[in-house]
């Protein structure tokens, strides 16, 4: 069994996510990973899940949090179907 790196839980489940600069994370759930990996927006601190935005060199979860906290002209993508 391998342990969690995040919650410390020892799991014969766990799963490795391996990162662009050669660094190994072993983790036993997607919500582990996600609080380990998933940058933060920079104006209302949640982790940014979706694709998120950038201005000025900074990371957001979305364009009103870019606009808000960087002044940023941006806009959502809406998505047609």
Do not use: K, W
Request: proline share 1%; hydrophobic share 35%.
């Amino acid at each position: 069994m391998t342990t969690c790196e995040v919650c410390g839980n020892d799991y014969d489940m766990t799963f490795e996510i391996r990162t662009r600069g050669g660094g190994v994370h072993v983790f036993d759930s997607f919500e582990c990973a996600i609080h380990r990996l998933a940058p933060v927006c920079e104006h209302c601190g949640c982790r940014v899940i979706g694709h998120g935005v950038s201005a000025d060199g900074r990371y957001f979860c979305c364009a009103h949090c870019a606009r808000t906290a960087a002044g940023a002209e941006l806009q959502d993508a809406v998505g047609t179907a």
